[in-house]
C-alpha cells in the first residue's frame, strides 16, 4: 500500500531505494498522467519491477532518468511555495491562509531523492505503483 500522508518517508515501501534506477517513460498531458518505469539496478539491462503513475500532475522537475527510489510526501507549506514559485498559483492566495487547505487537499508535492544532490519534485494529487503500462501506453 502506498502511504498518503503529508510527511511520510519512502512513500512506496521500497527496501534499499537506492539501488533502483527511474526513468519517465511517458507524460500523458490530457489526463495529466506521469508514468516512471522503476528499474531493479543502475545497468541499463536491469529489468523493470514496477511503475509509478503520478495522477493530475501540475508540475515535475527531474531528469528523464535518474538512480533513486525514495518518495516523501512535503510539508503543505513546502507545496504552496512551489506552486507560487511556478505560478501555478497567483501570490492572492498569502491573504488567505486558510485557503491554502482546499489547494492541498487536491495537490501535494512529492519529492524524491536521488543519489545526485538534486531532488526530484513532482506536484499531483496522488501517487501509485502500478505492475503494468495501460495498453495504449506499454
Known amino acids: 500500500m502506498v502511504k498518503n500522508t503529508i510527511g511520510e518517508t519512502n512513500i512506496f515501501n521500497v527496501t534499499r531505494p ?11 498531458n490530457r489526463l495529466s498522467r506521469l508514468y516512471v518505469a522503476v528499474y531493479n539496478g ?17 508540475y515535475f522537475d527531474c531528469p528523464v532518468s535518474w538512480t533513486g527510489a525514495d518518495f516523501r510526501i512535503a510539508p503543505e507549506d513546502d507545496c504552496i511555495q512551489l506552486l507560487l514559485e511556478t505560478g501555478l498559483i497567483g501570490a492572492a492566495i498569502l491573504q488567505f491562509p486558510n485557503a ?8 501535494r508535492l512529492y519529492i ?7 531532488d526530484i519534485r513532482i506536484i499531483a494529487n496522488s501517487a501509485n505503483m502500478i505492475q503494468n ?6
Request: hydrophobic share 35%; proline share 4%.
Open 100 to 107: 491554502y487547505a482546499s489547494i492541498t487537499d487536491h495537490a
Open 18 to 28: 537506492e539501488n533502483y534506477r527511474c526513468q519517465i517513460v511517458h507524460y500523458h
Open 42 to 58: 543502475t545497468g541499463r539491462a536491469a529489468p523493470i519491477v514496477f511503475y509509478l503513475l503520478f495522477s493530475d500532475v501540475g
Open 133 to 138: 503500462l495501460p495498453a495504449d501506453i506499454g
Open 112 to 118: 524524491g531523492s536521488t543519489t545526485t544532490d538534486k
